[in-house]
């Protein structure tokens, strides 16, 4: 009976997604309703109890002023989570970082479809994790707190056997560098590429801050793992980055981060190898202003990261972080200064329109590689494109320069599929897509 009157009152629907149109949490049978009506709140509830948990340890480093505030933060998440599942209208964003104009004017622009379940779903939850942040922003004490850092510090603790094996098959195959021939190296960076792909299954916004530990030895099961890539794009990849090798100056490659933890450490030796074998002169970083579905890398992240490797016991992930730092110093690494449109509510097509700026950057590197489930929507807008759409004309004119992007399928889009294939494995499988058993590496030539 409740849920009957749930239905009434948010206009839920109970159909799946229709293509052509942009996903909402108001249609029953999408994840986009599983995640507003069950992942979001959990994770909020999450916050609470973390925050409960950590209150005295937090007064202890903050201060006896952090206690009031932390009672205050809780009390205006527990009206987050109220407003969530009630479907009420989005509230102004006031903050200082610079981007309320931006989410302001945006939250206007809805107009009516201003809600959590009438508004597109990546508009609904981009603007709860932001509206969480709001709530830091207005305290004293309390605004530079990571709610998520022990989740993603623990992603990456977890992962020291993963991580070690990673390293070792990459160093052997380093160590005769010289001796290797240009297809060696081509079918070493696809491998590369797919270690890249799988480690984007360690996502804690996906399993609602759960534990994920990667396999103890990912490079092992690569082979396995490829009949469950539905778009491989791999060999093109490498012609791209082979190509602006082969025309100095040598490439520039930009990141576009997703998570921390193991799949930020898999970034890093993807971005390693590119930099050892002279296949790119720079690989940017470019991270989240903010704390942001759980996992996503901040600037802090990045460098707890690299103090992590360069201080542990094991002598190759030691090694590692050193080389790591090394190449950060010498700026053949980079971590970019933090732009706000990453933490925007906006799908990359609107990119040119909203900050040329970040559109133009990105046009002046030869490969731009986009990582994850969030990118990878925002990339489609969350519109619910025809599976075998092709994957450029899915982009809608987003396209600075070449682009990859590297995902684990968690959410009921996609493009760029052969036909029938989706049809194909839903028969087998109708959960497919929000499992993140499935990945694809997509190419999108400038």
């Known amino acids: 009976m409740e849920e009957e009157q749930q239905q009434t009152k948010y206009n839920i629907i109970d159909e799946k997604p229709p ?20 992942r979001l709140p959990v994770i909020l509830t999450q916050v609470i109890d973390q925050l409960s948990k950590d209150k005295e340890t937090i007064v ?59 508004a597109c779903w990546l508009y609904s939850e981009t603007y709860m994790y932001r ?29 020291y056997d993963a991580i070690a094996a990673v390293l070792k098959s990459i160093e052997n195959f380093n160590a005769n560098k010289n001796d290797k021939t240009e297809e060696e190296i081509g079918e ?59 025309n100095p100056p040598a490439a520039v ?20 190898f590119l930099i050892e074998h002279g296949l790119a002169a720079r690989v940017n970083f470019n991270v989240k202003a903010i704390p942001w579905y759980i996992s996503d890398v901040t600037p802090n992240d990045m460098m707890l990261t690299l103090e992590t490797l360069e201080g542990h016991e094991n002598a190759l992930l030691a090694g590692f972080g050193r080389r790591l730092k090394s190449r950060f110093a010498e700026g053949t690494l980079d971590l970019k200064d933090v732009n706000n449109f990453w ?33 990878y929507r925002k990339l489609l807008g969350d519109y619910n494109f025809p599976h075998s ?10 396209t600075p320069t ?26 087998k499988d109708p959960r497919w897509m929000t499992t993140g058993e499935y990945g694809v590496i997509q190419f999108s030539h400038k």
């Open 343 to 375: 933490t925007s509510p906006y799908e990359f097509c609107r990119m040119k329109e909203i900050n040329p700026e970040l559109y133009e950057e990105l046009s002046r590197s030869d490969l731009v590689i986009f990582k994850g489930d969030l990118n």
């Open 60 to 118: 202890e480093h903050l201060g006896e002023d952090a206690r009031e505030e932390l009672k205050q933060v809780i009390g205006e998440i527990s009206k987050l989570k109220y407003e969530l599942q009630t479907d009420k209208e989005f509230k102004p964003i006031s903050s200082e970082l610079g981007d309320e104009q931006l989410w302001n004017d945006f939250i206007v622009s809805l107009g009516d479809s201003n809600s959590y379940y009438s």
């Open 188 to 246: 070493f960076f696809r491998k590369m590429l797919k270690l890249n792909l799988w480690g984007n299954r360690c996502d804690l916004s996906f399993s609602g801050g759960a534990d994920v530990k990667p396999d103890s030895d990912p490079f092992s099961l690569l082979d396995n793992l490829d009949a469950f890539i539905v778009s491989d794009g791999t060999r093109a990849v490498w012609e791209c980055v082979r190509g602006a090798k082969q």
């Open 19 to 38: 293509f052509n149109a942009p996903l909402r949490a108001q249609y029953k049978q999408g994840f986009g309703y599983y995640t507003v009506r069950d």
């Open 253 to 272: 490659v930009d990141i576009i981060n997703d998570n921390s933890g193991y799949e930020l450490f898999t970034d890093l030796c993807l971005a390693d």
């Open 131 to 159: 509206r969480l942040n709001n709530i830091f922003e207005a305290t004293t004490k309390l605004k530079d707190l990571d709610y998520f850092l022990q989740q993603k510090d623990k992603a990456l603790t977890t992962a």
């Open 389 to 398: 759409t092709p994957f450029r004309e899915s982009l809608r004119g987003f």
């Open 402 to 427: 070449n682009l990859c992007t590297l995902r684990t399928v968690k959410a009921d889009l996609i493009s760029g599929l052969e036909e029938g294939l989706s049809e194909k494995l839903t028969a």
